[in-house]
């Protein structure tokens, strides 16, 4: 079981540079939880890309299909007050952005504020360096 920051998600649902590399760790190990706002996180991805045309219309459908199938199988962590008291935390503590504190409360939530007991995949520099000053073992 590992926690999935968006950032290691959308290379799930639409092809980039790093989708073979974070593919490879899904099919490693399916346990998959990411927190309450992801879909919202991907579905934003997703419009940004169609937008910017990376992704064509069909492409957009594709990824938000692919969002649907990893949603039907991953545990969310939802919104609670601890979490939003270990993402003010969070903030204080390291250069995040309130998302990021949030998902990186989440993940904390998770493991049970034991970091060391699960792993933390993501591809976002800055929480990378925050969910490894927290304790967690990032890949890739």
């Known amino acids: 079981m590992r926690f999935w920051d968006t950032s290691a998600l959308v290379p799930l649902?639409?092809?980039?540079?790093?989708?073979?590399?974070?593919?490879?760790?899904l099919e490693a190990?399916?346990?998959m939880t990411v927190w309450w706002a992801t879909p919202?996180?991907?579905a934003s991805a997703i419009a940004r890309y169609e937008r910017g045309g990376i992704v064509t219309t069909d492409g957009a459908n594709d990824a938000s299909d692919a969002l649907r199938e990893l949603q039907?199988?991953?545990?969310?962590?939802?919104p609670s007050a601890r979490l939003r008291e270990l993402a003010r935390r969070l903030l204080r503590t390291?250069?995040?952005?309130?998302?990021?504190?949030?998902?990186l409360a989440a993940a904390l939530i998770a493991a049970e504020e034991e970091p060391e007991?699960?792993?933390?995949?993501?591809?976002?520099e800055r929480l990378t360096h925050a969910a490894q000053r927290e304790g967690f073992t990032v890949t890739p």
């Open 72 to 78: 039907a199988d991953w545990t969310e962590i939802p």
């Open 94 to 103: 390291h250069p995040l952005r309130a998302a990021d504190a949030l998902q």
């Open 117 to 124: 007991t699960l792993g933390f995949v993501c591809l976002d």
């Open 29 to 31: 190990d399916r346990g």
């Open 13 to 25: 649902i639409v092809q980039e540079r790093r989708s073979e590399e974070v593919t490879r760790l």
């Open 40 to 42: 919202v996180e991907c």
